[in-house]
């Protein structure tokens, strides 16, 4: 099955999705600037919560009631949202905007590897493997293969982000083996919930409880990255696969890191090296790669 043609709506629908995950690493890295990493993921994922479940509910959508599907949630909260938030939030903190979206874009070549490897209708073909190749080119690029090499608090940052990135890979095939009965919305509030679950403890023992009296500008950056960039990007995200495929979707990742590096440029005043700029290129190319071509039907 080949990924429908995207109308002109669809690409608008695209083009704002990218616009809104591009925003959100300048609000992550302005909230950063008062609160802790951890902290800040929690906020991420209780208000986007709080937010989607009164939608759920007048919508009247089925709720999970037996343990698998609520031990699929608890795990797909943690690798969908702990573990990638929390590493992308610390890694944040010591490298650019602009190259924390660069990295993030990578979730989409581990994703196809790890499908590839861990699901049998995702085998690798020829042109997905062209495409993993282009974007682990383009990653390595980026972060510098002599910074990789000096394993400073840089480059083990980069390193954090790209971890990140593998942790979405395996929450795409930990969904399709353990949700794929559940309503998509129900599968966001419930995994944002659960993350928010194993969050709570997590910030009280190692940042202590979270504080509330905070800037305008973080409240500001929090209820975008929480409100705007998790709990309403979740809506659009859903309504953007429905109409343009996976294939297509796939190229909102392309859309980000020139939102992200202009954004974090024109606010933060930052720069990226040559390196970044080719990096991404490569990844991009990868990504064209990948999301072009015929895509196997979902089950």
Same mark, same amino acid.
């Given at each position: 099955m080949t990924s429908p043609t995207l109308s002109a709506r669809a690409w608008a629908q695209l083009a704002l999705l990218g616009l809104i995950w591009g925003g959100s690493f300048l609000a992550i890295r302005t909230a950063l600037d008062e609160i802790p990493p951890l902290t800040s993921v929690l906020f991420r994922t209780a208000i986007a919560a709080a937010i989607l479940w009164p939608i #759920? &509910?007048?919508? =009247? @959508? /089925? @709720? /999970?009631r037996s343990p698998r599907p609520l031990i699929g949630l608890l795990v797909m909260g943690l690798l969908n949202n702990v573990i990638p938030f929390s590493l992308m !939030?610390? =890694?944040q903190m010591h490298i650019p905007t602009g190259l924390t979206s660069i990295l993030n874009a990578n979730s989409a070549v581990f994703g196809v590897l790890v499908a590839a490897l861990l699901l049998a209708d995702e085998r690798l073909t020829l042109r997905k493997t062209a495409g993993v190749l282009l974007g682990f080119a383009g990653v390595v690029i980026a972060i510098g293969p002599a910074q990789l090499l000096a394993l400073d608090l840089t480059s083990v940052a980069q390193l954090a982000v790209v971890a990140g990135t593998l942790s979405y890979a395996f929450a795409g095939v930990w969904a399709r083996k353990w949700l794929g009965g559940l309503p998509p919305l129900v599968s966001a509030a419930g995994m944002l919930t659960a993350s928010s679950l194993i969050m709570l403890p997590l910030v009280l023992v190692t940042e202590g409880p979270p504080p509330l009296a905070l800037s305008a500008v973080t409240w500001g950056a929090i209820a975008y990255y929480a409100a705007v960039a998790t709990a309403l990007a979740y809506l659009l995200y859903y309504r #953007? @696969?429905? #109409? !343009? =495929?996976s294939g297509n979707l796939m190229l909102v990742t392309l859309l980000i890191p020139p939102v !992200?590096?202009?954004l974090g440029a024109l606010v933060r005043d930052e720069t990226l090296a040559p390196t !970044?700029? &080719?990096g991404f290129a490569l990844l991009a190319a990868g990504l064209t790669v990948l999301a072009s071509g015929p895509r196997p039907k979902r089950v």
């Amino acid at each position: 099955m080949t990924s429908p043609t995207l109308s002109a709506r669809a690409w608008a629908q695209l083009a704002l999705l990218g616009l809104i995950w591009g925003g959100s690493f300048l609000a992550i890295r302005t909230a950063l600037d008062e609160i802790p990493p951890l902290t800040s993921v929690l906020f991420r994922t209780a208000i986007a919560a709080a937010i989607l479940w009164p939608i #759920v &509910l007048l919508r =009247g @959508l /089925p @709720l /999970p009631r037996s343990p698998r599907p609520l031990i699929g949630l608890l795990v797909m909260g943690l690798l969908n949202n702990v573990i990638p938030f929390s590493l992308m !939030a610390w =890694g944040q903190m010591h490298i650019p905007t602009g190259l924390t979206s660069i990295l993030n874009a990578n979730s989409a070549v581990f994703g196809v590897l790890v499908a590839a490897l861990l699901l049998a209708d995702e085998r690798l073909t020829l042109r997905k493997t062209a495409g993993v190749l282009l974007g682990f080119a383009g990653v390595v690029i980026a972060i510098g293969p002599a910074q990789l090499l000096a394993l400073d608090l840089t480059s083990v940052a980069q390193l954090a982000v790209v971890a990140g990135t593998l942790s979405y890979a395996f929450a795409g095939v930990w969904a399709r083996k353990w949700l794929g009965g559940l309503p998509p919305l129900v599968s966001a509030a419930g995994m944002l919930t659960a993350s928010s679950l194993i969050m709570l403890p997590l910030v009280l023992v190692t940042e202590g409880p979270p504080p509330l009296a905070l800037s305008a500008v973080t409240w500001g950056a929090i209820a975008y990255y929480a409100a705007v960039a998790t709990a309403l990007a979740y809506l659009l995200y859903y309504r #953007v @696969l429905a #109409v !343009a =495929g996976s294939g297509n979707l796939m190229l909102v990742t392309l859309l980000i890191p020139p939102v !992200a590096i202009t954004l974090g440029a024109l606010v933060r005043d930052e720069t990226l090296a040559p390196t !970044a700029y &080719l990096g991404f290129a490569l990844l991009a190319a990868g990504l064209t790669v990948l999301a072009s071509g015929p895509r196997p039907k979902r089950v």
